[in-house]
C-alpha cells in the first residue's frame, strides 16, 4: 500500500436547484469537478455527505424511470475515447444459452461488466482492472482478461498487447521497477503519481506480467491467424523473453525471482501480493528473491505455445523455445514437487527452500500444463479436497493451515479467476468430475451475489445450506478478472483447444451439475467461427450438434 503524501484542496458541495457541484483542485493546480443533475425536491449539503431526495408515485404493475446526469470535468486534456455501444457489443459477441437460467445470468452480467470496463481503441478494447481501486491498465490483470475472454470476442487480445507493448520498459529505472523488455503492472494517472506522492507510472513491479505477455501473444496468434500478431508483436515478444532470461532469472537457476528494486516499491510481485501471502512456518514473510510457482508455469506454457506457433516461420526460435522450455519444467518439477504431499510448493525463498504451505497456486500449474500427467492427476484431486475446495470455490489458503483466514485478502478467501484457473487445470489432466463440481460452485457463488455480479474475492468459510457466502468490504465490483472467469469456464466445458495454425479446434465437452444443455452461437475461433451445442443424456456430456465454416472440428 501506498501512503498518500499529497493532498489538494475541496470545495464544499454547492447545490443550485436540481444541480449538484462537487470541486477539487490539486496540489499541481489541476482543477476538477463532477456535476450531478437529478429530479429532486432540493439538495441537502452541510457537514455531511449531500442528500436529495425524489419521490415518485408507482402504481402496481406500472413502471417508472429517473435519470440523473453526472458529467465530470478537468483541467487536463481529456483522452479520446470511443462511445460505447452496448449494443455494437452484444451484435459482435458470442452468444451463449444454456437450460440453467443462473448459468445464463452469471454470462451476461460478466458480459456486461466487462463492456463497461473496458475502453475502445483501434485496436479493440482494453479492459481496465476494476473498481474503484484499479481503474488503470494493468498488465497481469488485462493479459489474464484478455486470456479468459477469447471464447466472448477475441478483439480484447491485440488490444491489451498493443497497449502493454507500447509502454514496456526501455531502460533500466529502480524507483519505478523499470527494466528492458518488462512489461508493467500498472499504468496510473492522476494527482499521486504527477505529484510524486507514489512510485511513478508505468510502473513495472510484477514478474509474471512478461511470460503472460508472451503466452498472450501465442495464444492470440492461434485465435486471430487472419492477422499476423507475431510479426506485429515479434520485437516486442523478443524482448520479454530475453527480460524472462536475464533479467527476469536473477541468479542464473532457471527460474524467474522477484525482488523489489526500491523500499517504495511492492513486495510480493505476483498476482498474491498482498505483504502477508508468502508465509514460512513460523509466519513471517520468507527470505528472498522468490521464485513463485506459478510463474515458472507460465514461462514453460508460453515458451512451448510460442515454439509451436512460430515452427513454420522461424523453425531455428521454435527449436530454441522448445528446449528453455523443456529444461526449466524438468528442474521444475524436481525443485516444486512435494513428494510427501502430491503438491506443489507455493514457492522458493531466496536460499532454494519450499514455502510448503498448500495453496490455491498450483491450479495455475495445471491451466498452464506445466505439470508431468501424474503430478497433474494428482494436483487436482488435491484441489477438490475440502480444506480447499470451500463449497463456493477454491481458497486461496488450505484451512488446515495455521495462517488461514477466511476473510483475508488472500489467505484462505476465494477468488473467481483463481477458482477459474483450477476448474481449467483439472479438464486439462482428464479430472472433468472435479472442474464440474467446481464450475456448478462458481455458478451458485454468483447467483449468491446482487445481480449474479461476483466479486473480486469472497470470504472462504464451508457453505453451508441456507447462508450466503461472506462479502468482503472493500473487493473491487466489478473486477475484470472476476467477469472473465465465466468465459474461461464456457472454454473449459467445450473442451475447446485450437491448433496452432488456427485451422482446426478441439473439443472435449463437460458440464457442471444442473446443466444439461449449453451452446454457442457465433464463437470465432481461428481460421472460421461455428454453433455448437453439448448436451447430457444418459449421464454423458457429448457433442449434440456443430456447423463450422472455414475450421475443422475434432471431437
Not at 470535468?73 to 452468444?95: C, E, F, G, M, N
Not at 524467474?256 to 513486495?267: L, N, Q
Not at 484431486?381 to 463456493?392: C, K, N, V, Y
Request: with cysteine; net charge positive; proline share 7%.
Amino acid at each position: 500500500m501506498v501512503k498518500r503524501i499529497t493532498k489538494g484542496r475541496r470545495e464544499p458541495a454547492a447545490a443550485n436547484g436540481h444541480r449538484l457541484l462537487f470541486r477539487y483542485t490539486a496540489v499541481d493546480g489541476v482543477k476538477q469537478s463532477t456535476e450531478v443533475l437529478a429530479p429532486v425536491d432540493a439538495w441537502q449539503t452541510g457537514d455531511g455527505p449531500a442528500a436529495g431526495r425524489v419521490a415518485v408515485r408507482v402504481a402496481p404493475g406500472d413502471r417508472r424511470s429517473i435519470e440523473i446526469d453526472i458529467r465530470v470535468h478537468s483541467t487536463l486534456p481529456s483522452p479520446v475515447i470511443a462511445d460505447r455501444d452496448w449494443d455494437a457489443w452484444q451484435r459482435t459477441s458470442t452468444k451463449f444459452a444454456s437450460d440453467s437460467p443462473d448459468l445464463d445470468a452469471w454470462i451476461e452480467r460478466s458480459s456486461l461488466d466487462l463492456f463497461l470496463l473496458s475502453d475502445q481503441t483501434a485496436d479493440g478494447f482494453f479492459p481496465s482492472a476494476g473498481i474503484p481501486w484499479f481503474v488503470a491498465p494493468f498488465g497481469r490483470d488485462s493479459v489474464m482478461t484478455a486470456l479468459m475472454t477469447l471464447p466472448l470476442r477475441r478483439d480484447l487480445a491485440p488490444a491489451v498487447l498493443r497497449k502493454l507493448s507500447d509502454n514496456q520498459g526501455t531502460r533500466d529505472v529502480p524507483e519505478r521497477d523499470e527494466e528492458p523488455g518488462r512489461i508493467p503492472h500498472e499504468i496510473r494517472q492522476g494527482e499521486i503519481v504527477r505529484t510524486g506522492g507514489a512510485f511513478g507510472t508505468p510502473y513495472y513491479g510484477t514478474v509474471d506480467a512478461p511470460p503472460l505477455f508472451v503466452w498472450l501473444a501465442a495464444e492470440a496468434a492461434r485465435w486471430l491467424p487472419e492477422r499476423d500478431l507475431i510479426g506485429e508483436f515479434e520485437p516486442n515478444i523478443r524482448a520479454a523473453l530475453e527480460w524472462m532470461e536475464k533479467r527476469g532469472d536473477l541468479d542464473g537457476d532457471l527460474f524467474i525471482e522477484f525482488e523489489r528494486k526500491r523500499p517504495t516499491g511492492i513486495t510480493n510481485q505476483v498476482w498474491k501480493d498482498s505483504g502477508d501471502s508468502y508465509l514460512n512456518a513460523k509466519g513471517k514473510r520468507p527470505e528472498g528473491p522468490m521464485a513463485a510457482v506459478e510463474v515458472q508455469a507460465y514461462a514453460i506454457e508460453a515458451m512451448r505455445s510460442l515454439a509451436e506457433v512460430v515452427a513454420k516461420r522461424d523453425p531455428a526460435w521454435s527449436a530454441e523455445l522448445a528446449t528453455r522450455a523443456e529444461a526449466i519444467r524438468k528442474k521444475f518439477e524436481r525443485a516444486f514437487w512435494m513428494e510427501g504431499r502430491s503438491f506443489y510448493a507455493q514457492a522458493l525463498d531466496g536460499k532454494k527452500r519450499l514455502v510448503a504451505d498448500i495453496v490455491s497456486n498450483p491450479g495455475h500449474v495445471l491451466w498452464a500444463g506445466a505439470a508431468t500427467p501424474a503430478h497433474g492427476r494428482a494436483t487436482a484431486r488435491r484441489l477438490r479436497q475440502p480444506d480447499l475446495a470451500s463449497g463456493w470455490g477454491i481458497r486461496t489458503r488450505s484451512s488446515r493451515s495455521k495462517h488461514y483466514n477466511p476473510v483475508s485478502y488472500q489467505n484462505g478467501s476465494v477468488w473467481p479467476h483463481d477458482t477459474a484457473f483450477a476448474a481449467a487445470g483439472m479438464a486439462r489432466y482428464g479430472n472433468k468430475t472435479g472442474a464440474a463440481r467446481t464450475i456448478a460452485e462458481m455458478i451458485a457463488a454468483a447467483k449468491a451475489f446482487p445481480d449474479w455480479r461476483i466479486p473480486e474475492l469472497f470470504g472462504g468459510q464451508p457453505r453451508r445450506a441456507g447462508v450466503l457466502p461472506t462479502t468482503y468490504p472493500v473487493a473491487c465490483v466489478p473486477l475484470a478478472w472476476s467477469a472473465a472467469s465465466p468465459f474461461l469456464c464456457i472454454r473449459t466445458m467445450l473442451g475447446l483447444s485450437v491448433a496452432a495454425d488456427g485451422s482446426s479446434v478441439g473439443l472435449d465437452p463437460l458440464l457442471p451439475d444442473g446443466v444439461d444443455r449449453f451452446e454457442a452461437t457465433g464463437l470465432r475461433v481461428g481460421a472460421g467461427d461455428m454453433d455448437v451445442r453439448i448436451a447430457r443424456r444418459r449421464g454423458r456430456v457429448h457433442v449434440d450438434e456443430i456447423r463450422a465454416r472455414g475450421l475443422t472440428v475434432a471431437d
